[in-house]
């Protein structure tokens, strides 16, 4: 069963930045992983209200499984 959530207190295990999206994007894109058994997390918000609009929301996963989650998502983009 995959982890839901990305333990920073896990030395072994960076967290990057898989990509920045818009909100409901990212949630979407975090429930994909997830169903792949990629640990992912929405990163946090802006702490003003109109920025995550403009910039997006990262989507978070261990630097382990960058390479997997990047080819599950560009295979989203190629069949969408």
Same mark, same amino acid.
């Given at each position: 069963?995959?982890?839901?959530?990305?333990?920073?207190?896990?030395?072994?295990? /960076?967290?990057?930045?898989?990509?920045?999206?818009?909100?409901? &994007?990212? &949630?979407?894109?975090? /429930?994909?992983?997830?169903? /792949?058994?990629?640990?992912?997390?929405?990163?946090?918000?802006?702490?003003?209200?109109?920025?995550?609009?403009?910039?997006?929301?990262?989507?978070?996963?261990?630097?382990?499984?960058?390479?997997?989650?990047? &080819?599950?998502? &560009?295979?989203?983009?190629?069949? /969408?």
């Amino acid at each position: 069963m995959a982890q839901d959530h990305l333990d920073s207190r896990d030395h072994d295990a /960076a967290i990057v930045e898989l990509s920045r999206v818009q909100p409901i &994007e990212a &949630e979407v894109i975090v /429930a994909r992983l997830r169903a /792949a058994g990629i640990a992912a997390i929405v990163g946090a918000d802006s702490v003003y209200p109109s920025l995550p609009v403009a910039d997006g929301v990262p989507v978070l996963v261990a630097a382990a499984d960058l390479q997997r989650a990047r &080819e599950l998502i &560009e295979g989203d983009d190629q069949t /969408a």
